[in-house]
């Protein structure tokens, strides 16, 4: 069964810092691109960030882009998303995304002061 569980999650103010991790089983994680996601309330479902199955190459939507990184870890099945300089506009749930297949349940990100 294949599972994609986000965690970290929360509630934080401006200017903060929040990582995500998305553990991913069921599948052969190592093989597969990995995207984190994004959807705020009334507005469509974004691209953030993508990492190559070996972590070599990275992209990131330029909203993110200098705030926010994407990285793995093969051997844990596990991919992050760590995310500095908040702001209001980066609230949203997140959702990473196992190639084209595979979706996780979402982690509530809120940023507020």
């Known amino acids: 069964q294949v599972q994609l569980v986000e965690s970290g999650g929360g509630s934080v103010q401006p200017g903060g810092s929040l990582r995500l991790s998305c553990a991913a089983s069921g599948f052969s994680f190592r093989s597969y691109v990995m995207r984190w996601y994004r959807q705020a309330p009334g507005k469509e479902r974004e691209l953030v960030a993508r990492i190559t199955s070996t972590g070599v190459a990275t992209y990131y939507a330029d909203s993110v882009k200098g705030r926010f990184t994407i990285s793995r870890d093969n051997g844990k099945n596990t991919v992050f998303l760590q995310m500095n300089s908040l702001k209001p506009e980066d609230t949203a749930v997140y959702y990473c995304?196992?190639?084209?297949?595979?979706w996780g349940q979402g982690a509530q990100v809120t940023v507020s002061s």
């Open positions: 995304r196992g190639g084209d297949d595979y």
